[in-house]
């Protein structure tokens, strides 16, 4: 039980990490799910926003389900 502890203490440092001032390039992406909600199934996006930093790294700078 206690690396679900961890775990979530690495979410909560990587969303309230400082983000670069600038990226040079940014891109969007999102995949499809299909998921079963209230008896049905329905189709569920997570979006993805991923960075690329000065020094040539990709970041992954936030997600969401839409």
Known sequence: M???IRVAEDIVAWQNRLLEPVYLIVWMDGI???VRENSKVVNKTIYIA???RKDGFKE???YMVG
């Open 60 to 62: 992954v700078l936030g």
């Open 2 to 4: 206690g690396w679900i």
């Open 32 to 34: 499809v799910f299909k």
């Open 50 to 52: 991923v960075g690329l």
